[in-house]
């Protein structure tokens, strides 16, 4: 918090370049750090802990794939974004493809994921967490986290956010490797987990069923291709399409990359993220199993009565596993360690993404239907959308608990697979094809959208089956998994893309200079699609007459001063480029060496990892 205030009054947050973009000062380790924190908030400690309780190591194989993106990230995807000169994902879209209909649809699904896959499962895992540790009310708990959260995201700026973000995945890896080290002392270290883990069995199951004992191919990564709950197909393919977006399209993460001063920075940064997601497997997955092992009547309950009164939720109580292990192991002083930790998790991941929110919302919404809006009034709608954010958040918290078999991280990943892959897919195209153009995009990703919604339809009207009833899924529910889902959409998508481009008129090649992988290096002049670059122009043409007429009464200056909007702002809005560094793809040599010299020993750690643990 207090280096929360810090950066916020420290960060120039009275212009819509400071307070989004951090005025491109960012070196690699705050970027890294915020990377990860990001990525890793109160949700994954839930989700994952969870989701390893209740079905052994493979899901960390998702933590590993991300390794593999983010080298792409910085290698492929962030070049391409700076020779563009983009602050926005869906602003790379209306400049590479023309029109306004992409970038408009595009910002309204990043927002609509955000609430259902991001903002939500947080606060309600933050919220558990809470429940379990303290024993207060969960929709009590959930209200208080999130005043806190709110008044420091609307007060700061991303320049605040990351350099919280950077303290706080410090505090976050601490902890988690005290609890790790402490649980793993309690089991006999990771062959004791191995035998106590296959034995956690329920002292009340349910008659003829299976489902109380942990399963036979706990301990791999790859699982079979048709009956594994994580198959391995799917786990290698299906998951690198989601990663896709995560890392490398979606505003969260790319903002934090952009905000780097320099191309080596960028990836220096997803380096070093690549080498914090390798941690999650042992210090979140592994303590997660632990838990089970410990607690096997509460955290592997299989009876819907009985995990009803253990945690609220019928269909199992996986979910609690992180935050029991943390009440049952830890010491007293160290306990409120380990609150802290699952607080900084929860806040630096929701400011991350309010922050990403309000800048989709003010600048590619907002501002296209009010260009003549002055810089005050884009800055108030900015932080007055993070508080409506957190209403609809609120709201749809109770559909999660009963959702995925009360596996959270698996309510995250399969609402991804169904409308995230469409949004990869274009990206890929725009990137490495330039006969790709706005109406095949615009087509892919539509019929990519009905398909998905039909399959996300279908998955929250029927619902998992609990222990011991029929499966009365239709087959597409029950026989293809999220995983394979996601492929079969993103080749699709592609389809459509291909079909649709090739009968309608190309775009001309002098609109597609640095806007593809082939036209990065490209010095030609680029005629934009979009016409000149309405962000700044209109920011700027109404600041004078808007912010010298400072409010008289004392409650609107206070608030005002708060959000950092007081004094003489007539300063024009920040150039977007103000390190003129991250508007070229020049490198130092040297610097360009040591960055591809540790991505390849990155991905050496990570094969082995995945050999070792398959």
Same mark, same amino acid.
């Given at each position: 918090?207090?280096?929360?205030?810090?950066?916020?009054?420290?960060?120039?947050?009275?212009?819509?370049?400071? =307070?989004?973009?951090?005025? *491109?000062?960012?070196?690699?380790?705050?970027?890294?750090?915020?990377?990860?924190?990001?990525?890793?908030?109160?949700?994954?400690?839930?989700?994952?802990?969870?989701?390893?309780?209740?079905?052994?190591?493979?899901?960390?194989?998702?933590?590993?794939?991300?390794?593999?993106?983010?080298?792409?990230?910085?290698?492929?995807?962030?070049?391409?974004?700076?020779?563009?000169?983009?602050?926005? %994902?869906?602003?790379?879209?209306?400049?590479?493809?023309?029109?306004?209909?992409?970038?408009?649809?595009?910002?309204?699904?990043?927002?609509?994921?955000?609430?259902?896959?991001?903002?939500?499962?947080?606060?309600?895992?933050?919220?558990?967490?809470?429940?379990?540790?303290?024993?207060?009310?969960?929709?009590?708990?959930?209200?208080?986290?999130?005043?806190?959260?709110?008044?420091?995201?609307?007060?700061?700026?991303?320049?605040?956010?990351?350099?919280?973000?950077?303290?706080?995945?410090?505090?976050?890896?601490?902890?988690? /490797?005290?609890?790790?080290?402490?649980?793993?002392?309690?089991?006999?270290?990771?062959?004791?987990?191995?035998?106590?883990?296959?034995?956690?069995?329920?002292?009340?199951?349910?008659?003829?069923?299976?489902?109380?004992?942990?399963?036979?191919?706990?301990?791999?990564?790859?699982?079979?291709?048709?009956?594994?709950?994580?198959?391995?197909?799917?786990?290698?393919?299906?998951?690198?399409?989601?990663?896709?977006?995560?890392?490398?399209?979606?505003?969260?993460?790319?903002? *934090?990359?952009?905000?780097?001063?320099?191309?080596?920075?960028?990836?220096?940064?997803?380096?070093?993220?690549?080498?914090?997601?390798?941690?999650?497997?042992?210090?979140?997955?592994?303590?997660?199993?632990?838990?089970?092992?410990?607690?096997?009547?509460?955290?592997?309950?299989?009876?819907?009565?009985?995990?009803?009164?253990?945690?609220?939720?019928?269909?199992?109580?996986?979910?609690?596993?992180?935050?029991?292990?943390?009440?049952?192991? %830890?010491?007293?002083?160290?306990?409120?360690?380990?609150?802290?930790?699952?607080?900084?998790?929860?806040?630096?991941?929701?400011?991350?993404?309010?922050?990403?929110?309000?800048?989709?919302?003010?600048?590619?919404?907002?501002?296209?239907?009010?260009?003549?809006?002055?810089?005050?009034?884009?800055?108030?709608?900015?932080?007055?959308?993070?508080?409506?954010?957190?209403?609809?958040?609120?709201?749809?918290?109770?559909?999660?608990?009963?959702?995925?078999?009360?596996?959270?991280?698996?309510?995250?990943?399969?609402?991804?697979? /169904?409308?995230?892959?469409?949004?990869?897919?274009?990206?890929?195209?725009?990137?490495?094809?330039?006969?790709?153009?706005?109406?095949?995009?615009?087509?892919?990703?539509?019929?990519?959208?009905?398909?998905?919604?039909?399959?996300?339809?279908?998955?929250?009207?029927?619902?998992?089956?609990?222990?011991?009833?029929?499966?009365?899924?239709?087959?597409?529910?029950?026989?293809?998994?999220?995983?394979?889902?996601?492929?079969?959409?993103?080749?699709?998508?592609?389809?459509?893309?291909?079909?649709?481009?090739?009968?309608?008129?190309?775009?001309?090649?002098?609109?597609?200079?640095?806007?593809?992988?082939?036209?990065?290096?490209?010095?030609?002049?680029?005629?934009?699609?979009?016409?000149?670059?309405?962000?700044?122009?209109?920011?700027?043409?109404?600041?004078?007459?808007?912010?010298?007429?400072?409010?008289?009464?004392?409650?609107?200056?206070?608030?005002?001063?708060?959000?950092?909007?007081?004094?003489?702002?007539?300063?024009?809005?920040?150039?977007?480029?103000?390190?003129?560094?991250?508007?070229?793809?020049?490198?130092?040599?040297?610097?360009?060496?040591?960055?591809?010299?540790?991505?390849?020993?990155?991905?050496?750690?990570?094969?082995?990892?995945?050999? =070792? /643990?398959?």
């Amino acid at each position: 918090m207090v280096v929360g205030i810090w950066a916020s009054v420290r960060a120039n947050r009275s212009t819509v370049g400071g =307070y989004f973009l951090a005025g *491109r000062s960012m070196t690699w380790w705050p970027i890294g750090a915020s990377l990860m924190s990001s990525n890793v908030g109160s949700g994954l400690f839930i989700g994952l802990a969870g989701t390893g309780a209740a079905g052994g190591l493979a899901v960390g194989g998702f933590e590993w794939n991300a390794a593999w993106v983010l080298v792409a990230l910085g290698w492929i995807f962030i070049p391409i974004y700076i020779s563009a000169d983009v602050v926005t %994902m869906p602003e790379y879209l209306a400049k590479r493809f023309g029109g306004q209909r992409i970038r408009i649809y595009m910002s309204v699904l990043s927002l609509f994921l955000y609430i259902f896959t991001k903002i939500s499962t947080d606060i309600f895992s933050g919220a558990l967490f809470i429940q379990v540790s303290l024993g207060w009310d969960l929709y009590l708990s959930t209200g208080i986290l999130l005043l806190v959260t709110a008044a420091y995201t609307v007060a700061g700026g991303l320049a605040a956010v990351i350099y919280t973000d950077a303290l706080q995945t410090v505090i976050m890896v601490g902890g988690a /490797f005290a609890l790790m080290f402490i649980a793993f002392s309690k089991v006999g270290w990771y062959q004791g987990l191995v035998e106590s883990y296959m034995s956690a069995v329920p002292s009340v199951t349910v008659a003829n069923t299976t489902c109380h004992l942990p399963r036979s191919d706990a301990f791999q990564l790859f699982r079979d291709p048709v009956s594994g709950d994580i198959p391995w197909p799917g786990l290698v393919f299906g998951l690198t399409v989601l990663a896709t977006w995560v890392w490398c399209t979606d505003q969260v993460i790319v903002q *934090r990359s952009l905000s780097a001063k320099s191309l080596s920075h960028a990836k220096g940064g997803s380096v070093l993220g690549g080498y914090l997601k390798v941690l999650p497997m042992f210090f979140i997955v592994m303590p997660g199993m632990i838990s089970r092992a410990l607690f096997p009547d509460e955290v592997g309950c299989v009876d819907p009565e009985v995990c009803e009164k253990v945690c609220g939720a019928s269909v199992g109580c996986s979910n609690i596993a992180y935050p029991k292990l943390v009440v049952e192991v %830890m010491p007293v002083g160290v306990r409120g360690l380990m609150l802290a930790v699952m607080l900084a998790a929860l806040m630096s991941s929701l400011t991350s993404i309010f922050n990403s929110s309000s800048t989709l919302f003010t600048l590619d919404l907002y501002h296209k239907a009010r260009p003549k809006a002055s810089e005050r009034e884009l800055m108030i709608v900015g932080r007055v959308f993070v508080l409506v954010l957190v209403c609809f958040s609120l709201l749809w918290i109770p559909v999660i608990q009963t959702a995925n078999s009360g596996q959270l991280f698996d309510y995250v990943q399969s609402v991804t697979s /169904f409308l995230a892959p469409p949004i990869t897919a274009v990206f890929l195209m725009a990137i490495f094809w330039p006969r790709a153009n706005e109406q095949g995009a615009f087509w892919g990703l539509m019929i990519g959208l009905v398909v998905g919604l039909i399959r996300m339809v279908l998955e929250f009207s029927y619902g998992a089956p609990s222990c011991g009833q029929p499966d009365n899924r239709p087959a597409v529910l029950a026989d293809v998994h999220y995983l394979y889902f996601a492929l079969i959409l993103l080749a699709l998508t592609c389809l459509v893309i291909v079909v649709v481009s090739l009968v309608t008129a190309p775009i001309p090649k002098e609109h597609l200079h640095r806007l593809t992988w082939w036209s990065r290096h490209s010095q030609e002049p680029r005629i934009d699609l979009t016409g000149p670059q309405m962000i700044s122009d209109a920011v700027n043409s109404d600041l004078s007459s808007d912010s010298d007429n400072l409010p008289d009464s004392w409650w609107r200056r206070a608030a005002l001063r708060l959000c950092g909007l007081t004094g003489s702002s007539s300063s024009s809005l920040v150039p977007v480029a103000e390190n003129c560094e991250l508007t070229s793809l020049h490198e130092d040599p040297f610097w360009r060496r040591v960055c591809d010299v540790n991505a390849l020993l990155l991905l050496a750690v990570n094969v082995f990892l995945w050999g =070792y /643990f398959a």
